[in-house]
C-alpha cells in the first residue's frame, strides 16, 4: 500500500514566512516525541517499548497529533500530523487541509550505517578503557553510558551534553542498563571517569 502520510512542502500556506503563524508543534515536544521514538525503536524489553510508545502519544495527544514511522530509499522518518486527519488509525487525505502542519524528522543517516558504526565502535572502546582501568563496577555503567549515547543520540561521549547526561542518570541507567546497588551508589563517579577517558582519546 502506498504511504499516504503528507509531505511537508515549501509552497503549502503552512510554511509561508508569516511572523505571524504558529509552529505546528513546540520544538520541545518535537524534540521530545523524536527521541522517544528513537528510544522506543532501540528498546529491547516490549513492556518498555509500550511505555515509550504510551509516552509519545500522551505528549503529542496534548497537542492534537499523531505520530508515524515512514520508510523511504533515504530511511526511516517519523511524522507527525494532526489526529484529525486519520479516521481510526488511517489517514484520510479529504481530512488533510494544509500538509504544513506535518512535521518530519530523519530517523536514519547519522545515527546508522557506517558513520554509526564508527561511533559506536569509539564508545565501546572507551567504555572498555574504563573497565581496564577502573574495574568491573564503573566499566559496567560505562558501557551504559556508551550504548546510550550510540543508540540513542548517535554522539561520541566526549560530545554529550549536560542534560544529555542528566537524561541518562534520571531516565536511562534505572531503566536500562539493570544496575546493582553498587552502580547506583557509584554513579557520579562512574559518569566523571567515563568522560575523563573519553576527553583524554
Known amino acids: 500500500m502506498a504511504d499516504e502520510t503528507p509531505h511537508p512542502t515549501d509552497d503549502q500556506p503552512g510554511n509561508a514566512d508569516d511572523p505571524a503563524d504558529e509552529p505546528p508543534l513546540p520544538e520541545a515536544a518535537i524534540d521530545r516525541a523524536e527521541r522517544l521514538t528513537r528510544q522506543l525503536r532501540n528498546a529491547i524489553d516490549g513492556d518498555e517499548r509500550a511505555a515509550y510508545r504510551r509516552e509519545r502519544d500522551a505528549l503529542l495527544g496534548e497537542h492534537g ?25 488511517t489517514i484520510r487525505t479529504d481530512r488533510i487541509d494544509d500538509t504544513g502542519r506535518a512535521v518530519e524528522r530523519p530517523l536514519s543517516g547519522p545515527g546508522s550505517g557506517a558513520d554509526w558504526d564508527e561511533i559506536d565502535e569509539h564508545n565501546r572502546a572507551i567504555a572498555a578503557r574504563v573497565r581496564e582501568r577502573h574495574g568491573e563496577v564503573h566499566g559496567e555503567t560505562a558501557t551504559a553510558f556508551a550504548e546510550f549515547m550510540s543508540n540513542h543520540y548517535a554522539k561520541p561521549i566526549e560530545r554529550a ?40 582519546t
Open 65 to 89: 497529533y499523531d505520530a508515524r514511522v515512514r520508510e523511504g530509499e533515504t530511511g526511516e522518518t517519523l511524522v507527525l500530523y494532526p489526529a484529525e486527519w486519520t479516521d481510526e488509525g
Open 161 to 200: 551534553t549536560p542534560d544529555e547526561r542528566e537524561e541518562f542518570r534520571r531516565e536511562y541507567f534505572p531503566r536500562n542498563a539493570w544496575p546493582t546497588d553498587e552502580q547506583r551508589e557509584r554513579l557520579a563517579e562512574s559518569i566523571r571517569l567515563v568522560v575523563e577517558a573519553a576527553e583524554g
